[in-house]
């Protein structure tokens, strides 16, 4: 008698721990085998576009903390970025250096959860403690600067909300030393494990040609062998004053996208040590006060200063009218906002281009013909954060 193999359709999600958030992954399985897969989105959408349209340019920089919440400090950084573009507004260097070593920190801790929370998802659950610990000291730095843990609001449009505390940079300093000793910890754990070799190694594989023809960027991208980072190829801030490299993969595959992490990391921490050296004297904001509000101790010590801050703060100010678009490198990607001004104080439209979004749609190639174990590597490799995805 000949036993017949039907396909058979599996619902993954969407509160599943794996699927790192509210996904539902609609998996069609030929036995172990997957045949296709099809993520349903949506679960966590707020319609962060049409908030944008509705508040003034400044009030929208804390609902970006709630994109990709894991590196808040660089969805502030692409959207304030987007509308001094707008306005054609140039913030001080030391605005900029401290910029850069903000979203450097961020893309060490982003990088440091998306690693970690893999371990954890393929059974290697120490990596996530060692990933923890390191990550603890960044929310520490980041505690230090803005108050806050994760979602910091610490950028706004002109530069940031106040300059380096005291011990800032010997802290941080400390850390940068240390830190590449910890990545070897890391790799020990990891990089030669037989298990994490075997559930990694020519698992999820893409093609340079597929990445870039579904328009991945970030480590997923780059883990397919294609060099494509922002930060090197149209400079922004001051990183064509840093020596670092861009890391690539070979094979395409999961080990190679955790290789690519485990690399920008050193070059992360490469980038901020050259910026702490590098970091100038001067004003963190742009000499702009029809945009940018006085420092906190003048408002609240000065009348003049408080009337100036609350007018900015409850009126805003107008933009040029015309269209922009901005893009940095975001840990996870390329982060773009464009922004269409009617000359008013609010935006007329506000686009978001959210790396998690435009990855997710790799899940179907990378995962055809594989196990349905490996889909959980797959999703991992990707690291996508829902906040960012469904907006």
Not at 231 to 248: N, Q
Not at 252 to 260: A, K, T
Not at 320 to 344: H, N
Request: hydrophobic share 40%; proline share 5%; with cysteine.
């Amino acid at each position: 008698m000949d036993l017949i193999t039907r396909e058979m359709t599996l619902n993954m999600g969407p509160q599943h721990p794996s699927t790192h958030g509210v996904m539902h992954l609609v998996l069609h399985l030929q036995g172990e085998k997957i045949v296709k897969a099809d993520p349903d989105i949506g679960y966590l959408h707020r319609g962060m576009e049409k908030i944008a349209e509705n508040l003034l340019y400044g009030q929208f920089v804390p609902y970006t903390d709630r994109l990709d919440y894991l590196s808040s400090m660089t969805n502030n950084l692409g959207y304030v970025m987007a509308v001094e573009k707008l306005l054609g507004l140039e913030i001080p260097e030391r605005g900029k250096y401290i910029r850069v070593i903000t979203s450097e920190l961020s893309r060490i801790s982003s990088h440091l959860l998306a690693i970690g929370a893999w371990g954890l998802d393929l059974g290697a659950m120490t990596m996530v403690l060692y990933a923890f610990r390191e990550r603890e000291m960044i929310l520490d730095l980041f505690e230090m600067l803005c108050g806050a843990r994760l979602t910091y609001n610490y950028m706004k449009v002109g530069g940031v909300r106040g300059d380096l505390p005291a011990g800032f940079v010997e802290k941080c300093t400390e850390f940068i030393k240390i830190f590449p000793k910890r990545v070897d910890e890391y790799e020990t754990l990891l990089t030669g494990n037989r298990i994490w070799l075997q559930r990694t190694k020519g698992i999820g594989v893409l093609s340079a040609k597929d990445a870039t023809d579904l328009g991945l960027t970030g480590p997923s991208l780059r883990g397919s062998g294609v060099k494509w980072d922002i930060r090197k190829d149209e400079p922004y801030l001051v990183y064509d004053r840093f020596d670092f490299d861009v890391p690539v993969g070979t094979n395409g595959d999961c080990f190679d996208r955790y290789m690519c992490r485990v690399e920008e990391m050193r070059q992360a921490a490469r980038i901020i040590s050259q910026a702490l050296q590098q970091l100038p004297d001067g004003s963190v904001n742009a000499n702009a006060p029809d945009i940018v509000s006085p420092p906190r101790k003048d408002v609240y010590n000065n009348m003049e200063a408080l009337i100036h801050h609350f007018k900015i703060i409850s009126h805003g100010y107008k933009t040029p009218v015309g269209e922009v678009y901005c893009s940095i490198e975001a840990p996870k990607g390329e982060l773009g906002f464009y922004i269409k001004s009617d000359g008013t104080e609010k935006p007329f439209r506000v686009k978001i281009r959210a790396p998690s979004f435009v990855n997710l749609q790799s899940i179907d190639p990378m995962s055809r013909g594989a196990y349905f174990a490996d889909v959980v590597s797959v999703i991992s490799s990707l690291d996508p954060v829902f906040g960012e995805v469904d907006k």
